[in-house]
């Protein structure tokens, strides 16, 4: 059995020599008992999945995604509850009469089906406008980068 800081010629000193008894002799050992060697380069590693755009731009887009949902929601949606709390609070008022036979509780849920329209509307204008170019502009960067790959 050898160890880290034995050679052939100079066995360890808790083993006896073949021939002989066991060295007692201080010797000065290197760090070392072989020449250091050189480390080796690291290996660059390509990563797992392709970066797809930058950090920042990915979390812009979702911040206008964020914001586009939310507008077109409460649009739709804050009429919707307007209109049931004045349902509930307020039956005097969505029964009086406004034009003809139409009572104003029945002209406030018929104006539904067009805010319903506006928020539709809503949606696409800030898709076009905000988050569109933002998402062409992800789409660029990784074409770019699809094409240094290739």
Excluded: N
């Amino acid at each position: 059995m050898t160890d880290a800081f034995s050679s052939p010629e100079h066995p360890p000193r808790h083993m006896a020599p073949p021939d002989g008894p066991a060295l007692h002799s201080s010797r000065s050992y290197a760090a070392y008992p072989w020449p250091p060697q050189p480390l080796p380069e690291p290996e660059r590693r390509t990563p797992r999945s392709p970066a797809h755009g930058h950090h920042s731009d990915l979390r812009t887009l979702r911040g206008a995604y964020r914001w586009q949902r939310r507008v077109a929601t409460f649009t739709a949606l804050g009429y919707f509850t307007l209109f049931l709390v004045l349902s509930a609070l307020a039956p005097s008022l969505m029964t009086r009469t406004v034009w003809g036979g139409l009572s104003t509780g029945l002209l406030v849920g018929l104006l539904q089906v067009p805010v319903t329209c506006l928020s539709i509307g809503l949606y696409e204008y800030t898709a076009r406008r905000r988050v569109d170019p933002i998402a062409d502009r992800i789409r660029r960067h990784a074409e770019l980068d699809a094409k240094r790959r290739a």
